[in-house]
């Protein structure tokens, strides 16, 4: 049927206004939008400055106060095809948290899946669930659904990081929950290793007590120096002939639960990825979105059709469907997280490998 012979129809066009009246509305004028052929995401590529990013929080700490009720001074990355919601991604939130010297953020939980991933700096303990874990240069730390978690800045230094969490996803779903908790934090002291990094952070072995299959990772924290050795070796292993690298010159791990081998939280896939001076990486492109922030080093991201140059704390934000690749002169790291994990268990991911490059 053409729709268009009937554009001039005046029964028609009553029947839409019933339709409208009636709060009805038909599939055949908006099938291109309601079912697109592709993914086609109102969020666009985007690249968030560390240098822009930086002074704000700088200043949000100078001019804002933190505590109870705000209960954190983020700063969301609001993804500019999105309208001005504080969602970096249809599906994701990304922050940037800043706390100044012996300022505290008090307890709360959520439904929410949080983690946080630390670009520079160190002092600041985060209490997840009365388990004080440090947050330092590299780390990832979790704050899985509905533990209770604060964060105290034990210095006279400020520290900034970054949150992740799916709070468009849980809003979208009306899935979410929330309860405040102790103001201050329940346990102010500091050590270098959490509980839980304690009984569950040794490579391969996993505690008696805890053989059960758990919905997020126990682990609180993944520690640079193992993530660094990770891929460190992967490249060594590379350069010594062995398979251990994803491609050329791009080592690659995957942050994941002890007790499933799966991703560390049910809506949040979190990789880590070292590309090597002069490599790069192939063309892709995946259902879901997915934000990088660069650890270490510099190199170019090209997103559809524009390359941007990034450097250590840049943001980036790759919307669901959008072709991606990174070639770098010096070596770049990257710290990854997405909504695979949701995609996946919904079997609607693909992937698609454009010829070329
Ligand atoms: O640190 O608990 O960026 O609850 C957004 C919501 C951080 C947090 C965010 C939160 C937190
Ligand atoms: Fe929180």
Redesign the pocket.
Known sequence: MSTDALDSDPELDTLYADFEANHLNPLWTQLGDLMPMVPTSKAVPFVWRWSTLYPLAQRAGDLVPVGRGG??R?IALANPGLGGVPYVTPTL?A?I?YLGPKET?PE?R?SQN?FRFVVEGEGVWTVVNGDPVAMCRGDFLL?PGWNF?G?HNETDQPMAWI?G?D?PFVNYTDTGFFEFGADGVTDDSTPDISRSERLWAHPGLRPLVGLDAKTSSPIACYRWKHTDAALAEQLALEDEGFAATVEPGHAAVRYTNPTTGGDVMPTIRAEFHRIRAGSHTRSRRDVGSLVFQVFDGKGRITLGDQEHSVATGDMIVVPSWTTWSVDTDDGIDLFAFSDAPIVERLHFNRTHFPEHA
Request: proline share 0%.
């Open positions: 209960e954190r983020a939130w922050a948290q953020a709360h959520h949080a704050t978690h964060h949150d969490l709070i």
